[in-house]
T-cell receptor, first 116, second 115 residues
Framework: AQKITQTQPGMFVQEKEAVTLDCTYD???????LFWYKQPSSGEMIFLIY??????QNATEGRYSLNFQKARKSANLVISASQLGDSAMYFC?????????????FGKGTRLSVIA | GAVVSQHPSRVICKSGTSVKIECRSL??????MFWYRQFPKQSLMLMAT?????????EQGVEKDKFLINHASLTLSTLTVTSAHPEDSSFYIC???????????FGPGTRLTVL
């Protein structure tokens, strides 16, 4: 079974609008970490936001927020006030358990296109 | 944030040659380094986990004799693609954790093209 599922291969959003990128995960671990990365065409992986499984508050980083619904095992990324520079691939990832020697497992990604 | 550098950023080689990719942690000690591979229009797939001073752990289906990983110091891990073939053409990217658990930094990646 897939650990991370991103069901939207591609998304379009109008500039200045908000957009939600979906991510669901599968784990039986109590301790896990959820990440979102942005990958522009250059290929670099840009860290956006992190949510720990024990964190009660939804994580926020500037225009990025993570809608963490633990019972539903979902960790959707919300980008507010979209900008043209937000056009890129976005990957959801999980680390289980949430420790330093555990690699991230990635979803298939969502390609976001911001339209002027 | 912490910086991970990777060299070279791009390499083109002939089939049968070996290519070495270096990954350095510039401002932290990387006890563990993860190596990923990304084929075009696909996601990142973990190849192996290397720990400083010990043998790397390879994922199922990844040939350890073909993808040699060395992690001799806390700031340097290398991946050598031996006897490269066109099907090895891919984007290789390293990653390590620095500091708190909300961190997992990636190098800028190496685009390998085997002719």
């Amino acid at each position: 079974a897939q650990k991370i599922t991103q069901t939207q291969p591609g998304m379009f959003v109008q500039e200045k609008e908000a957009v939600t990128l979906d991510c669901t995960y599968d784990t039986s671990d109590q301790s896990y970490g959820l990440f979102w990365y942005k990958q522009p065409s250059s290929g670099e992986m840009i860290f956006l936001i992190y949510q720990g499984s024990y964190d009660e508050q939804n994580a926020t980083e500037g225009r990025y927020s993570l809608n963490f619904q633990k019972a539903r095992k979902s960790a959707n990324l919300v980008i507010s006030a979209s900008q043209l520079g937000d056009s890129a691939m976005y990957f959801c990832a999980m680390r289980e358990p949430d420790s330093g020697n555990t690699p991230l497992v990635f979803g298939k990604g969502t390609r976001l296109s911001v339209i002027a | 944030g912490a910086v991970v550098s990777q060299h070279p950023s791009r390499v083109i080689c002939k089939s049968g040659t070996s290519v070495k990719i270096e990954c350095r942690s510039l401002d932290f000690q990387a006890t563990t380094m993860f190596w990923y591979r990304q084929f075009p229009k696909q996601s990142l797939m973990l190849m192996a986990t290397s720990n400083e001073g010990s043998k790397a752990t390879y994922e199922q289906g990844v040939e350890k004799d073909k993808f040699l990983i060395n992690h001799a110091s806390l700031t340097l891990s290398t991946l050598t693609v031996t006897s490269a073939h066109p099907e090895d053409s891919s984007f290789y990217i390293c990653s390590s954790r620095a500091g708190g658990k909300d961190t997992q930094y990636f190098g800028p990646g190496t685009r390998l093209t085997v002719l």
